[in-house]
Every structure is written in C-alpha cells, then in structure tokens.
C-alpha cells in the first residue's frame, strides 16, 4: 500500500518556476514507478512525467519536454516536479501516481493503483 501527499502548488505568472512534492508512505516506493499527472478544467487527466523506481529513466509529455524535471529521493520517500518557464495552458491540478508495473505502463491513467488528492497549480498571463 502506498500513500501520496502532493506539495508545492499556487499562483505563479507566466514564465515563472514551482517544484512540486510529492511524500510518499509504504515500504514500496522505492521500487515503485512514480509520475506526475494533470487536469484541467473540463478536461482529462493527462500524463506528463514518471520516474523509474531508480531515478535511471525518465519518460515526459511532448508539451513540458525541456521545462520540467521529474526526479526522487528514495531516501526521503519523495518525487519532485521542477517546473520552469511555465505557461497559462499548465494551469491544472496536478496529481503524484505511483504504480509498481514498469515505467512505459505509468504514461496513461489506466491501471494505476495509487493517487494522491492533488495540487493546484495556476499560470496566469
């Protein structure tokens, strides 16, 4: 069993950075594949990063590819999403997920045994 408490979220202006946190309980998560997810208003959740169990591999959405960097502290229990040059269009909520299966398996919502609750976070222009 694994919980995930995300941190971080708030109100930045266009071109602005927030790193997001996401604390993790359970003795599996440092074999866990971790990753971020967002929705917007009116929208589905969609995949934007995950991590390997190791931090060794890495998988990002086309839309943040150069502007956000997902890495873990096994040793903390925690995922961070560093995200620079943010645009309004990243305005959403933010969800950690971590799923035991291996990386490839952790880039759609299918399947995916853990969430956290979630982090608003607002780009304004």
């Known amino acids: 069993q694994v919980q995930l408490v995300e941190s971080g979220g708030g109100l930045v202006q266009a071109g602005g950075s927030l790193r997001l946190s996401c604390a993790a309980s359970g003795r599996a998560f440092s074999s866990a594949t971790m990753g971020w997810f967002r929705q917007a208003p009116g929208k589905e959740r969609e995949f934007v990063v995950a991590?390997?169990?190791?931090?060794?591999?890495?998988r990002y959405a086309d839309s943040v590819k150069g502007r956000f960097t997902i890495s873990r502290d096994n040793a903390k229990n925690t995922v961070y999403l560093q995200m620079n040059s943010l645009k309004p269009e990243d305005t959403a909520v933010y969800y950690c997920?971590?799923?035991?299966?291996?990386?490839?398996?952790?880039?759609?919502?299918?399947?995916?045994?853990?969430w956290g609750k979630g982090t608003l976070v607002t780009v304004s222009s």
């Open positions: 991590i390997s169990g190791s931090g060794g591999n890495t």
């Open positions: 997920a971590a799923d035991p299966r291996l990386l490839a398996a952790l880039t759609t919502t299918s399947g995916v045994p853990y």
